[in-house]
């Protein structure tokens, strides 16, 4: 499946921010749903996951600011950001996981596709 991430911008502290991540292809509802980060000079990072079941899994420093969501009908992928602090500043990449068995932990290698990143900038 293709993927493409939009909706990063500019934003301020505090503000909020939702991710969008567009799938073409089939299979889609079949397929878990994940949402990295990348800040500059560092390793990419899990933020958040959402099964084909719509089981959600959050980076545990993350939980309560960030929902991740999904519309299988729109074969769309959401990530919903408040209170942005300058620390979420990255660039966010939505990627999908073909197999339906996973568990509680997810890393890159776990998934199959990767779209570009949006990049989020959050200023102080």
């Known amino acids: 499946v293709q993927l493409q991430a939009s909706g990063g911008g500019l934003v301020q502290t505090g503000d909020s921010l939702r991710l969008s991540c567009a799938a073409s292809?089939?299979?889609?509802?079949?397929?878990?749903m994940g949402w990295f980060r990348q800040a500059l000079g560092k390793e990419r990072e899990w933020v958040a996951s959402i099964g084909w079941d719509s089981s959600t899994y959050y980076k545990d420093s993350l939980k309560g600011r960030f929902t991740i969501s999904r519309d299988n009908a729109g074969n769309m992928a959401y990530l919903h950001m408040n209170k942005l602090k300058p620390e979420d500043t990255a660039l966010y990449y939505c990627?999908?996981?073909?197999?339906?068995?996973?568990?509680?932990?997810?890393?890159?290698?776990?998934?199959?596709?990767w779209g570009r990143g949006t990049q989020v900038t959050v200023s102080s």
């Open positions: 292809g089939s299979g889609f509802s079949d397929y878990a």
């Open positions: 990627a999908a996981r073909h197999s339906r068995i996973y568990g509680t932990n997810w890393y890159v290698r776990d998934f199959d596709d």
